[in-house]
């Protein structure tokens, strides 16, 4: 993230460190007190375990991260002020809290931007959440997504890779075609036509990539 880090290790456990703030550490506050006495707890400088959760990915955002366990269950935790963590709210998470939203969906990737985030299903559906700013959530309609939504475009395309920056998101499909959403920055405009790419892109559009067509 912008400043923490995770880690997941063979077996499942995860570790986060970096700057305590807004809860992307996902650890509380009295585990951090009792475990550095006498120091103030704005950050943590080694990985510290956060028990009773396992996971097979886990994701740093910005400020918020996630964790899917082998089920491919979501969990999220941290900043939560635009809705990124896709629990329904605007309230922050100290601990990994349920994506209830994506019960029935088994996540096989996750990707934390700023203010939004981005999933791909075992099915390869798409979905994002947070704040749309400029189109990075894809879906048309410029409107925050408190809750993850799937990406109509997307039915039928079988997505193999996400990626969620700061103004945008990225999606490699299988086939290798790369599309993108939001506020397109300039590196992906080379090789185009003015013309032929908005500046704010509300559902995805395919970019060239050097060697293909």
């Given at each position: 993230g912008e400043a923490h880090s995770l880690a997941v290790t063979a077996c499942g456990c995860i570790y986060s460190w970096g700057l305590f703030r807004g809860g992307r550490l996902g650890l509380q506050k009295s585990r951090l007190e009792a475990c550095f006495p006498g120091t103030p707890v704005d950050q943590v400088l080694v990985p510290m375990h956060l028990p009773?959760?396992?996971?097979?990915?886990?994701?740093?955002?910005?400020?918020?991260?996630?964790?899917?366990?082998?089920?491919?269950?979501?969990?999220?935790?941290?900043?939560?002020?635009?809705?990124?963590?896709?629990?329904?709210?605007?309230?922050?998470?100290?601990?990994?809290?349920r994506v209830n939203a994506l019960s029935r969906v088994v996540v096989r990737s996750i990707s934390a931007g700023s203010i939004h985030s981005v999933a791909v299903s075992a099915n390869c559906e798409v979905f994002t959440w947070g704040i749309d700013g400029g189109g990075r959530l894809g879906h048309g309609d410029g409107l925050a997504q408190p809750l993850p939504k799937r990406i109509e475009s997307f039915v039928g395309v079988t997505v193999v890779e996400v990626a969620a920056a700061r103004e945008h998101s990225l999606f490699r499909l299988q086939d290798g075609r790369l599309m993108v959403c939001g506020k397109i920055p300039n590196e992906l405009r080379l090789g185009h036509p003015s013309a032929e790419l908005p500046e704010n892109a509300l559902v995805p559009q395919q970019v060239q990539v050097r060697g293909t067509s």
């Open positions: 009773g959760r396992r996971a097979n990915i886990v994701c740093a955002g910005e400020s918020h991260s996630f964790a899917a366990d082998q089920s491919g269950a979501l969990y999220a935790w941290g900043r939560n002020r635009e809705g990124q963590l896709g629990v329904g709210d605007e309230r922050a998470r100290w601990r990994p809290a």
